[in-house]
């Protein structure tokens, strides 16, 4: 079976237990007659994922005509020529950063996700990189904190 039917399955079977989860969300008792209850996007996104897990799964595999995929298909047999290592630091720096959040405070955790991930990536300019992530992380915190009303503590907990 071809590596994107693997992934179908695996988006099939978390859609699964998501839809799952969302649909026995308890409610409390005012939620109850609300027109727009907390799970029913859970449950339009489960649905979507669900649906689109099929699509994948219940499409042909191209005939091989000799045309090369359009996306390049991925070749399990040639893992190692693939960025690895590069989305794994990725992945470890978006947990390093959820992690960081409350400790260190969001506009000093987002800055230096972003410019970490930034470097990651292969961006190098970092006179350029450090006014863009204070920028974008202090616009998102303004934003958030200011007109949402939701309250993200700005810099780190021993300042406060």
């Known amino acids: 079976m071809r590596l994107d039917k693997w992934i ?3 988006f099939l079977v978390g859609g699964m237990i998501y839809g799952y989860a969302a649909w026995n969300y308890p409610l409390l008792p ?3 007659n ?4 907390p799970n029913t996007f859970p449950i ?4 979507l994922a669900i649906i689109l897990s099929l699509v994948i799964l219940i499409t042909p595999a191209p005939s091989g ?7 390049g298909g991925i070749d399990i047999t040639r893992l190692r020529d693939y960025k690895i290592g590069q989305a794994s630091m990725l992945i470890g720096g978006m947990i390093l950063y959820a992690l960081a959040l409350r400790p260190v405070g969001f506009l000093t955790a987002t800055t230096l996700f972003l ?6 990536l292969g961006e190098r300019k970092l006179h350029i990189m450090i006014p863009v992530a204070l920028i974008g992380a202090g616009a998102i915190w303004l934003l958030v904190d200011e007109v949402l009303g939701i309250f993200l503590r700005p810099f780190p907990s021993f300042l406060v």
């Open 30 to 32: 005012f939620e109850r």
């Open 8 to 10: 179908a399955v695996l």
């Open 115 to 120: 410019v970490v991930t930034g470097w990651i």
């Open 44 to 47: 339009a996104l489960a649905a």
């Open 65 to 71: 005509n000799g045309e090369e995929d359009v996306l």
């Open 34 to 37: 609300m027109s727009f209850l």
